[in-house]
Structure formats: C-alpha cells, structure tokens
C-alpha cells in the first residue's frame, strides 16, 4: 500500500509530503496539482518496472522539454515514496545537453498499482478482445477492460462478490461486475456478445447498445472491475469533473 508520496521540485509543487489512508480523496479547484500527483505516483512506479526489467531509465517518454515541464524551480526533481514500509526514489536531474535519471529501491511490481485516468475510453460500438494472452489486462484508460472481464472469468482469486449472488456457487466475475453495476445504476443490466473470431465485444446495458447508452456507464465499468480484482495492492482512479 502507498503511504505517503514526498514531491520536490516537481510541478507546482516545491516540497510537499502527502500522507495516504485506505481510502484517500485528492479533491480541489482547477490546476491545484491533483493531476500533478497521479502522474508522479504514475512516474515513479513505471521507471520502478523499467528498472527491474533493464529497460533504460532515460528513454523517449524524459526527454528534455518534457522535464522541463515538470520542473518547478532549481535543474531536478525529486519524487519519493513509502511504499509497503520500502522507501522507493526517482531523481531526475537536468544539464545542458541530458537528463541524467536515477531510481533506487524496492522495485515495484505489476499487481502493486492499477491507475485509470480521466481521459479513459468511452462507449464504443464494439470493444477489443487481445487473443494472444491468457492474463488479464486492464489498461489505463479501460479499453481492455471487457477483455478483462472476460479473462478474469476463468480465475480463481476470491473476488468480492454481491450479496445477491452469494447463494450462487458459480459466480462468474462478469455477473459479479454486472451486479454491482445495478447498484450504482438499476436497470443497466451488463451483457455482452463475442464476434465470431473472439476478436471483438458487443455490449449493451439493459439491452440497449453501448453506444446509446451514455458516458457514465462506460466510465464506470472499469472502476468496478479494478475493485474487485484482489491482486492489486493500490488503486488510483482519475474522474473528470
């Protein structure tokens, strides 16, 4: 679980720690760093993998006017983290001509964050389906995530399941999902249909087309199935106003 977040020199943020609970709520008016936050947590864990995976550090994503950009003053930035009792660091500081990029730390590993972003997907005529893994996915802006429900189908992981269904020993996490959704919106029964050639999802709410349906319902499916997937340790979910 992420702890606290130590931000320096990074945005609009000069020095700041940011302490996190279970449950934490970033909330305030336009350009107060809320977004600044999510994408430091977000640097931080991808150069974590990029570093156990002996990928370089200093790759095409931190290039010079990109940390520019992030620079609030002084030539480097500093983001540092405790996370599950380890102190994980990303330095970043900037010469005339490179970036030189350093991390230190317990490496991160793919169960340790799940971020959806604000920008995530919304409803599509038809959604996507990835035949060449068997691990469920789910992307940052929920494009895969009918993929990965239906992957998740086939788990054993004790999900969270809704107390309706629990008399139901069979319980698949797509009705799983599809039963929380009737929480937050009755009526929008979840359904959806595979082409042929497994290739891509038919949705529908209801039985109306996911298309036809509105944005809400689209935004929030992957915030569902985020939830109820035990394996991840730390969620972060971005919403639009």
Request: glycine share 4%.
């Amino acid at each position: 679980m992420l702890k606290s977040l130590t931000l320096q020199n990074f945005k609009s943020f000069v020095s700041q720690k940011i302490d996190f609970k279970p449950l934490t709520i970033l909330s305030g008016i336009n350009c107060s760093g809320k977004s600044s936050v999510i994408e430091a947590i977000s640097l931080l864990y991808d150069k974590s993998l990029a570093s156990a995976r002996g990928m370089r550090l200093n790759d095409g994503s931190m290039d010079l006017k990109r940390i520019k950009s992030f620079l609030s003053r002084d030539q480097f930035y500093c983001i540092s983290a405790d996370w599950n009792e380890n102190i994980n660091k990303l330095k970043v500081s900037l010469s005339d001509s490179n970036a030189n990029v350093s991390f230190s730390g317990v490496r991160f590993n793919e169960n340790d964050l799940q971020l959806l972003l604000a920008s995530r997907i919304g409803p599509q005529d038809s959604y996507q389906m990835n035949l060449n893994s068997d691990v469920p996915y789910l992307d940052r802006l929920g494009e895969s995530v009918f993929d990965y429900i239906e992957k998740m189908n086939g788990k054993p992981e004790k999900f969270p399941v809704q107390p309706k269904l629990k008399r139901n020993e069979q319980v698949s996490f797509k009705d799983n999902v599809s039963e929380w959704l009737k929480i937050i919106s009755p009526n929008s029964d979840l359904a959806y249909e595979l082409s042929k050639d497994r290739l891509n999802a038919f949705v529908t709410y209801g039985g109306v087309p996911a298309r036809e349906s509105g944005f809400g319902l689209s935004f929030t499916i992957p915030v569902i199935a985020a939830l109820l997937d035990p394996t991840k340790n730390t969620l972060i979910i971005e919403n639009s106003e």
